[in-house]
């Protein structure tokens, strides 16, 4: 679809933040949130025995904790072909509007939804 460069920079930056996540722990995924504050908050996959999250999940789960008020928009870097529907679930709880950008590993993004995307 296109590369970070053709982004609004604060979704290439939120697109770096997330490549970033997941190039340094070596997780499936990697993901960044804004929130309508203009704070980004950065997680990656949680796979331990006791708890499972999604790198999406993860990164909604920082801002609700740290008092976001809202998300403008959420990326997840990954090398599957989509965003999977708990992590999409997790964004709509917090921000039914906000745009979910799906990017490749190289930052290149596959995909914008939005919440009428199925």
Do not use: N
Request: net charge negative; proline share 6%.
């Amino acid at each position: 679809m296109s590369g970070a460069a053709d982004l609004d920079p604060e979704d290439a930056k939120i697109v770096m933040l997330a490549r970033s996540a997941r190039a340094r722990t070596g997780a499936a995924e990697g993901a960044a949130v804004r929130d309508t504050d203009g704070r980004t908050y950065v997680a990656a996959t949680v796979a331990l025995p006791s708890l499972s999250l999604t790198a999406l999940q993860a990164a909604v789960a920082a801002a609700v904790s740290s008092g976001a008020p809202g998300l403008e928009a959420a990326t997840v870097v990954t090398a599957a072909d989509g965003v999977d529907d708990a992590s999409l679930a997790a964004v709509r709880d917090l921000a039914p509007a906000a745009l979910v950008l799906h990017a490749d590993p190289s930052g290149a993004v596959r995909a914008v939804l939005t919440p009428e995307t199925p």
